[in-house]
């Protein structure tokens, strides 16, 4: 081992490093015990839960009130750089507060950690802790694990610590905080380009594009010259095949198609690690083609069923048993794309809702999704250009979806390197960073 890193319990960290306790950089408090008593009272005070806590980021939409004496006010209430980390759930979940609510304090399965002086600067604490918890593993069994997993005040505060010199933690913390703002930046973008989907979508398919008059049908309002019309007018729908589960493999040349497959609002989710591959005998004709358009017909996830998504591979996705593959369309009076986006309209999912089977886990039937009836345009021309209308917005989101992984990825990959010091920040240009935010 080099003289400019030094072994550890936690690893091997360069030596102008500080190895300590958490107490050792930050006082630690636990918050007031909510209890039906602490309901009334005159001093009514909003307060944080565990469940306002997440990985640097604190949600505050659904805040609680209860009685706080002035004593309580006073060693509780919070301040400006507190670390908010979460006794019990998801252990060691940590946020920064920044004073977005005047006056709020903490109950008691949050811990305070509040910095001593210089040593460490409260926003690398955070992304300590994040490594530490969640990436690292650094503290699995030193939590008291009960019927419930919890971190008692004592353990959390003689948990170990790196600490670089001040002036490198700002910087690691400057790098990381800079990834984060890009990441909420793509998702801010998915959220208002999703928004904006749902909204062109209903205008379409009520209004049309050629500002014609609307008529008053059985499923609401359409073009006038729109027709209504049962989906099984058009189409067949295939079922997949079930493949035995003893040739289920991590990887292989074909991919099980299921429905973790779809996003919930349509499209094709490329499932990366939990891909399904199967190795066994395939039967004929279960192998899918590029731009088959298949159905969810298992909601595997709430708001799942109907689902549509494209085949985005020839010869390499099985049909299996819980999709339905659209086949014989006649595609002289139907649009294949205006199709996959009817799939998706919530008139047509609200529908396959009201007649699915099971309990638990809901079900339909090539049946059930053939009678479901819906406004066709009367030429392939409007219906192609309400498709690519809509398909506008989803390529921004796939586009936006696509980069907001990719930050994500690099983020992970920067809070473990900064973390143990495999890149110092002093090598790292943020030309890197600046080209993928």
Known sequence: MSAEFQQTEIGEFPSAWEINRVDSA????????????????????????????????????????????????????????????????????????????????????????????DRAYPQFGVYWLWYAFDVANLYFGRGNVTTIPNLSQSKLAELPMALPPLPEQKKIAHILSTVQRAIEAQEQIIQTTTELKKALMHKLFTEGLRNEPQKQTEIGAVPESWRVAELGEFFQIKHGFAFDGQFFEPWGEYILMTPGHFHEEGGFRDQGEKTKYFTGEIPKDYILAKDDLVVAMTEQTSGLLGSAAFVPEDGRYLHNQRLGLIVDLDTKRLSKNFLFNVFNLPHLRIEVAKTSTGSKVKHTSPTKLRAVKVGIPPTLDEQEEIATAISTTERKIGVATKMKTQLQDLFRTLLHELMTATTRVDALTFSAIAVNS
């Not at 604190?58 to 009130?65: Q, R």
């Not at 706080?68 to 750089?81: G, I, K």
């Not at 946020?95 to 910095?115: F, K």
């Open 26 to 117: 930050f006082d630690i408090q636990q918050g007031k015990q909510v209890s039906k008593r602490n309901r009334d009272g005159e001093h009514q005070r909003p307060f944080l839960r565990t469940k306002n806590v997440f990985w640097n980021r604190l949600e505050l939409t659904d805040l609680d009130e209860m009685h706080f004496s002035e004593a309580e006010q006073t060693r509780l209430e919070l301040q400006v750089n507190d670390l908010l980390v979460c006794e019990g759930g998801s252990i060691g979940r940590t946020a920064l507060w920044n004073n977005e609510v005047d006056g709020c304090l903490y109950q008691n399965h949050l811990h305070r950690l509040r910095a001593k002086g």
